[in-house]
């Protein structure tokens, strides 16, 4: 690696790079080590608090793109040629459908995870 990965999408993008630019005949593995083998008291709750700073801005995007999304999708069902054609509506109306979907799951799932985030609550396994 050229760097260290320091948050999920950096990982995210060392893990696709290295992958990408292997040689194919060499197995790869990797591995996460918990904070605590890296940092220790303060130093290891300031990287925490970090972290889940890092992953709620990411969670606040995410959740702000998928509503732009939803309201170009909404856009385009009350143009003339969705409300005139059948073949035009109906796959919009079917991306919408799984477009809301995915969004309540992923709400949920924040629901969840966040109050366990802002808790510090999730151990390291």
């Known amino acids: 690696l050229d760097s260290f990965p320091v948050n999920y999408v950096q990982a995210g993008l060392a ?14 593995s990797y591995s996460l080590a ?10 290891a ?15 606040t995007r995410n959740l702000l793109e998928l509503r ?12 003339d040629p969705a409300i005139r054609y059948q073949a035009i509506r109906t796959p919009l109306t079917t991306f919408k459908s799984q477009l809301m979907e995915f969004t309540n799951n992923f709400r949920t799932t924040v629901a969840t995870m966040l109050p366990q985030l802002k808790a510090a609550e999730i151990e390291e396994d």
């Open 68 to 79: 732009q999304i939803r309201t170009a999708v909404d856009t385009l069902l009350e143009s």
């Open 15 to 28: 893990y696709h790079n290295t992958v990408n630019n292997a040689p194919q005949y060499n197995p790869i």
């Open 45 to 59: 709750r300031s990287v925490v608090e970090s972290i889940t700073r890092s992953l709620v801005e990411e969670v």
């Open 34 to 43: 918990p904070l605590s083998w890296f940092c220790m008291g303060d130093n």
